[in-house]
């Protein structure tokens, strides 16, 4: 290395001298390799202070590579300054000229500044409103037609009837959705997306608690459904209950309620990812077996769909009656907007929780494919959803009962064009306004951002939901703190999800007590989210690792697939002679106990 011409080069740096030497004469010291690409890095126009640049293996390599082995950004689990999320406003500006004209706000929400831009991307309040007014009409049809109880098997029902080959309106629903597959459906890549929850299965479950669950739950539209329901809320909170009078009793019935149901939705997911043979089984099955056409996870899918139904068509009953739900004010209950909301909290959001732990985003293939599975089974859910792009755009709810666009959270692009006559128009690009990026990524996390901003502000009853999911099992204090980690500070506050705090108060015994809980409490935090951290990262850095935890994760959900499956059973027996309508209680299979059968009426 040529010492003279390469000072020469750069004025900017200086020597810091050990002694009183004069500065001709510099001391001699050791050089690195990246002592060398840091000093030739450096910019001879740039600004720089004599004293901030040293040639100095030590120093260089400590700034160097400080973000990478620092302990503050080992200690960092910061759930707004992501990756992803500058990777997403930068391809949005880059293929628009929005910003030029104006179109572009940056609006500041819990902590996000969500960079909005309408039209292309982004659903305005205006587009979002009418959204609500609309619930699943294929599905509401069909329950007006049928008719059926609470603990009805509506679809055993619709699979007798169309194997039997008979013309009838849950025949003609069951064909819809078992010879009618979108076009866009690749079970290849459903599969990939299955690995992808596989694969990353703790975060993806702390994810889906804590983010998901916690965040998306304290929608206040959403808690009035679960108000009304009784699903996942303390007997106080239920209209028509007395606060005052709850008991210890009372409380561990609501908690031991609520587990059951939390439980309830891991095996909906286990009946999905789980694979339907061992994986030490030499026989040989499909790609996603369980998610194709009368598979477990297929079926269980559209039980959950008739669910939802059940519960929308007895609020709206009870409405009729006088009961007071607000149509106007909440919309219609579980609603396209909410159905779509709930589809990209288990979607988007686990991506982000991911992201949040892990402290890098997933690969780009491996978010599509995750994607691409929540989209097919928000189609099986009843979110109204593209099916085929082929000349004319088709749906999979009638236009007739539903003139709106399709929202298709999870779908490549957000559409805007539909004709006079409520039908969606063709697929022309110079006609069509559509997402120039052509990207699930985008579309999904613009779709869930806009109806962030339009629903998430939180009310007391959001407050005391919160607080009960938190406190189901013990350690409330280190779950909160979990929590808060996943949302954010400015949502956890204003949700009051308690914070850990030090408040030393002078050598009292007291303040002892709360320094050793602050300090435990903060340890356990880090420690776990750190183990977390490393077994996520662990299999993004290593094929073979990420195999071997697919198949390891595939066991442990068929064995809990498995223990589910005995106690909900035998939960929903015990259950349905107490509130089935026996008037109506046939041998035909539609009144046969449905797995997902709605346990408790709502009540208003």
């Not at 001879?44 to 990478?68: F, K, M, N, P």
């Not at 009729?320 to 219609?332: L, N, Q, T």
């Not at 662990?538 to 809990?560: Q, T």
Request: proline share 5%; with cysteine.
């Amino acid at each position: 290395i040529n010492m003279p011409e390469l000072i020469a080069t750069h004025p900017s740096i200086r020597w810091r001298r050990r002694t009183g030497s004069s500065p001709s004469a510099p001391p001699p010291r050791r050089w690195s390799s990246i002592s060398v690409v840091s000093i030739t890095s450096v910019d001879s126009s740039s600004s720089l202070d004599e004293d901030d640049v040293q040639i100095d293996s030590t120093s260089t390599s400590r700034r160097t590579l400080g973000g990478a082995f620092s302990l503050r950004n080992l200690l960092s689990f910061d759930a707004f300054t992501l990756r992803s999320t500058a990777w997403r406003k930068e391809r949005m500006l880059t293929s628009t000229n929005a910003e030029s004209n104006g179109e572009v706000s940056y609006i500041p929400h819990y902590g996000h500044n969500v960079c909005f831009i309408p039209q292309q991307f982004h659903y305005t309040v205006m587009e979002l409103e009418p959204y609500r007014k609309i619930g699943d009409p294929e599905m509401d049809v069909l329950l007006n037609f049928c008719g059926c109880g609470a603990f009805d098997d509506v679809i055993a029902y619709a699979s007798k009837e169309y194997q039997n080959g008979t013309q009838s309106p849950s025949s003609r629903f069951y064909k819809h959705y078992h010879d009618h597959i979108p076009d866009w459906v690749d079970f290849d890549q459903i599969q990939r997306g299955i690995d992808v929850f596989l694969a990353y299965l703790p975060v993806a479950g702390c994810a889906l608690f804590y983010r998901s669950l916690v965040g998306g739950f304290s929608i206040p539209q959403i808690v009035q459904v679960l108000i009304a329901t009784r699903y996942l809320v303390p007997s106080h909170l239920a209209k028509g209950s007395d606060s005052s009078l709850r008991s210890e009793a009372s409380t561990n019935r609501d908690r031991k309620r609520s587990e059951e149901r939390l439980i309830d939705t891991g095996g909906f997911l286990a009946c999905c990812f789980a694979p339907l043979v061992s994986i030490d089984s030499e026989e040989k099955v499909p790609t996603a077996a369980s998610l194709r056409p009368g598979g477990k996870g297929w079926e269980a899918a559209l039980r959950v769909r008739v669910l939802h139904a059940k519960v929308r068509r007895a609020l709206l009953q009870s409405k009729k009656a006088g009961s007071g739900w607000d149509v106007e004010r909440d919309g219609i209950p579980i609603n396209q907007e909410d159905l779509a909301a709930t589809l990209l909290a288990f979607s988007v959001n686990v991506l982000l929780g991911i992201e949040t732990v892990a402290g890098r985003p997933l690969p780009e293939s491996e978010q599509r494919d995750y994607l691409a599975l929540w989209r097919y089974l928000g189609w099986l859910l009843g979110v109204d959803t593209v099916e085929t792009e082929d000349g004319q755009f088709k749906s999979s709810n009638a236009r007739t009962h539903n003139p709106l666009i399709p929202i298709d959270p999870c779908g490549p692009r957000k559409l805007s064009k539909v004709d006079d006559q409520g039908r969606l128009g063709s697929l022309d690009v110079e006609t069509t306004e559509i997402d120039p990026a052509n990207d699930s990524i985008i579309h999904s996390y613009a779709t869930l951002e806009s109806m962030i901003l339009h629903l998430l502000h939180p009310e007391e009853s959001s407050r005391e939901l919160v607080r009960h999911l938190l406190s189901l099992k013990s350690f409330v204090m280190f779950r909160s703190e979990v929590c808060r980690k996943f949302l954010g500070d400015p949502l956890s506050d204003d949700l009051g999800i308690s914070k850990s705090s030090m408040n030393w108060r002078g050598w009292r015994k007291e303040a002892f007590y709360n320094f050793v809980s602050h300090v435990g409490v903060k340890f356990f935090l880090y420690l776990f989210l750190l183990f977390l951290r490393w077994y996520t990262k662990m299999p993004m850095s290593s094929p073979w690792i990420r195999s071997r935890a697919i198949v390891w994760h595939a066991k442990l959900e068929g064995k809990f697939l498995r223990v589910w499956e005995k106690m909900h059973s035998k939960r929903m027996l015990n259950a349905a002679p107490a509130t089935q309508n026996t008037a109506t209680a046939k041998s035909s299979s539609k009144n046969s106990c449905c797995p997902f059968a709605m346990v408790m009426a709502p009540s208003l």
